[in-house]
C-alpha cells in the first residue's frame, strides 16, 4: 500500500516548499509545544504529520533543532513516496550483514552518538570533527529523491540534509584535490557482517566521488529521513546521497571523508572490477553482465504481481548531471 502524500500534485523537480507551508508547519510545532508534549517528542509530532506510518522516535538533541528548522520539500517528485516501513526493512548495509532483513535486525548496537568525521588529505582545514559541528549553519533540506539500487529494485525516500558542497566548501579543499574518498564507520561488536570470515568485502566499505559529482547540488549529506533522525540500518547518523547513481555509490554510517588526487579505489569496484564500476551511472541501456538493468522494481512490489517500470537514464536526473559526462563513454566507464 503506498502513502498518500498531500499536496504534492503540483509538486515538481526542484520545487520548493512556499514559505507558509513551512511556517504553520513550525505553527503547528508549536502547538504541540503548548498541549505539553516534551521537548524531544517535537521531531516525531513533526514527522507524524507528513509521515503518518512512521512510529515516534527520540531525535538527537542536536538535531531537533535543524529539524524544527528544514527547509520541506525543497526537491521533490510527484511519484508516490515509499512507505517507512519497507525503506527501513529492506536494506543493503553489507556489514551487518547480506540479507535484506539483516540491517533491520541487527543494527540497533551500532554506536552514533557521539559521532565524529576525520577530513583530510589535500584540504586546508582536515580535522577531525564532531558531527554536531560538521553541519555548520546549513539548513537542512528535504529531498524526495528515488534510489535505484544495481540490483534492479528502487525506492522513493524523503531525505534531510546538506548538500555535501556546503561541507566541502567549509573545509577548503586544495586544487590537488580531484575525488572526495569516503569511509564507512567499523564497529566489530555491533557488525556480524564485519565479523564474519565469508565476508568478501575488504572492510572498511569504501565509496568516492569526482570533485565536480561531489559538488553538485543534488549530491547529498543526509542525517535524517521521513522527518526525523536516520534508522540506524539506513545509515545513521550521517549518510551519502547520488540519486543519479546505483545505491551502492551512496555509503552509509560515513566517519572519514578524504580530498585525494587520485580516483580511489571502491569497495565494488575491488570486489567485482567488470561488474560494478567507479561511475556507476544509472543507465538503463548499459547491462550488469548477469542482468538488465533495463527495467526495476519500485517498492513496495508484489511476489506474484511486481510493480515494474522502465529504469531512465541517470535515474531521471538526465537534465541535472548529464553535462558532468559530456564526452565520456558511459558504456566504457560504467
Ligand atoms: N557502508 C555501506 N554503505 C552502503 C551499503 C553497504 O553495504 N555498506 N550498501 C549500499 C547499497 S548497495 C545500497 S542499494 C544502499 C541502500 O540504502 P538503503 O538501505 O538506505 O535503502 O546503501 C548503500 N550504502
Ligand atoms: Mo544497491
Known amino acids: 500500500m503506498l502513502i498518500k502524500f498531500p499536496a504534492r500534485s503540483e509538486a515538481k523537480e526542484s520545487d520548493v516548499t512556499p514559505e507558509s507551508v513551512y511556517l504553520s508547519r513550525r505553527g503547528f510545532m508549536k502547538a504541540g509545544a503548548a498541549v505539553g508534549l516534551g521537548a524531544s517528542a517535537l521531531p ?11 512510529p515516534s522516535v527520540d531525535v538527537p538533541a542536536w538535531l531537533e533543532p535543524r529539524l524544527v528548522d528544514a527547509r520541506w520539500k525543497a526537491v521533490s517528485t510527484n511519484e508516490p513516496i515509499t512507505p517507512f516501513k ?67 529494485w528502487s525506492m ?83 549518510r551519502l546521497v547520488v540519486p543519479w547513481k546505483y545505491g551502492f555509490k551512496s555509503i552509509k554510517s560515513i566517519v572519514k571523508i578524504s580530498f585525494v588526487p587520485e580516483q580511489p579505489r571502491t569497495s565494488w569496484e575491488s570486489l567485482a572490477p567488470s561488474e560494478y564500476g567507479f561511475y556507476a551511472n544509472v543507465n538503463p541501456n548499459v547491462d550488469h553482465p548477469r542482468w538488465s538493468q533495463a527495467r526495476e522494481r519500485r517498492l513496495p512490489s508484489g511476489l506474484f504481481s511486481p510493480n515494474l ?19 565520456l563513454d558511459l558504456r566504457a566507464n560504467y
Open 156 to 238: 522513493v525516500i524523503p531525505w534531510l540534509g546538506i548538500p555535501l558542497s556546503g561541507l566541502i566548501r567549509q573545509v577548503e579543499p586544495t586544487s590537488k584535490a580531484k575525488y572526495v574518498r569516503m569511509e564507512t564507520v567499523v564497529q566489530e561488536k555491533a557488525m556480524p557482517g564485519v565479523r564474519s570470515s565469508f565476508s568478501l568485502v575488504d572492510w572498511p566499505y569504501v565509496e568516492g566521488l569526482r570533485m565536480d559529482e561531489a559538488m553538485h547540488p543534488l549530491t547529498l549529506l543526509a542525517v535524517g529521513m521521513y522527518g526525523r533522525s536516520l534508522p540506524n540500518q539506513n545509515g545513521a547518523p550521517i
Open 44 to 54: 516525531a509530532v513533526l514527522a507524524a504529520q507528513e509521515y503518518p506510518d512512521v
Open 86 to 152: 519497507d525503506a527501513t526493512s529492506y536494506n543493503n548495509f553489507y556489514e551487518f550483514g547480506t540479507n535484506k532483513g539483516d540491517p533491520a535486525r541487527n543494527a540497533s548496537g551500532l554506536v552514533v552518538e557521539p559521532w565524529t568525521v576525520m577530513i583530510d588529505g589535500e584540504v586546508a582545514k582536515p580535522g577531525r570533527y564532531d558531527l554536531t559541528k560538521l553541519l555548520a549553519d546549513d539548513r537542512l533540506e528535504e529531498r524526495i529523491y528515488r534510489l535505484r539500487c544495481v540490483e534492479a
Open 309 to 327: 517500470m522502465d529504469t531512465r537514464l541517470f535515474n531521471g536526473y538526465e537534465d541535472e548531471v548529464a553535462g558532468l559526462y559530456s564526452g
